[in-house]
């Protein structure tokens, strides 16, 4: 299972992405920003989570997928969405530091959301943010989706403290 656009792979997670994957997640830029990374990032923390990935896969839960630079075949990034109920989808991604501003968020956030839609028969899309993460908020804006307000402590990170989140949403009809 890959999706394709005109620069990149979507593809399900391989154990030749744990080295990729555990350099990238010990990126501070990414740790700051996903509240449930372990810090430091371990190949043993690679490893489970490509196998969650694949379970969640199998089960029909979540699709996690490796964003793949099409030309150079190196890791650029992660994207997901985790099916909840009432056909909505929840999504997620990081950018790997080396393929940062380049549009790669934006880009693979736009091919999850009509496979998504097309495939997964999803009815709301809908991804957070944290409220300091401007670039993320960029990334949402220019895939399409709207903000509708702030979800109040919705945030949990490592250290025990909450933060505010803002959400976004996108409706199969907006999809650009």
């Not at 969650?52 to 190196?74: H, L, M, P």
Request: with cysteine.
């Amino acid at each position: 299972m890959e999706l394709r656009t005109d620069g990149l792979i979507l593809r399900p997670w391989e154990s030749h992405d744990v080295p990729a994957l555990t350099t990238a997640c010990n990126d501070p830029e990414i740790a700051q920003w996903l509240p449930v990374i372990p810090s430091p990032y371990t190949e043993e923390d690679a490893h489970s989570y490509l196998d969650q990935s694949r379970e969640t896969w199998d089960r029909g839960e979540a699709y996690n997928f490796a964003i793949v630079d099409a030309a150079s075949n190196e890791l650029a990034g992660s994207i997901a969405v985790r099916l909840l109920r009432f056909d909505v989808g929840h999504f997620g991604y990081w950018v790997a530091r080396s393929a940062r501003r380049r549009g790669v968020a934006t880009e693979a956030l736009k091919a999850l959301c009509r496979w998504g839609v097309e495939t997964l028969a999803l009815k709301r899309l809908e991804l957070l943010t944290d409220p300091d993460n401007v670039a993320s908020q960029r990334v949402a804006e220019k895939a399409g989706f709207q903000r509708e307000g702030i979800l109040r402590s919705s945030l949990a990170y490592r250290d025990g403290s909450r933060r505010d989140s803002i959400i976004f949403s996108l409706l199969p009809d907006e999809l650009a």
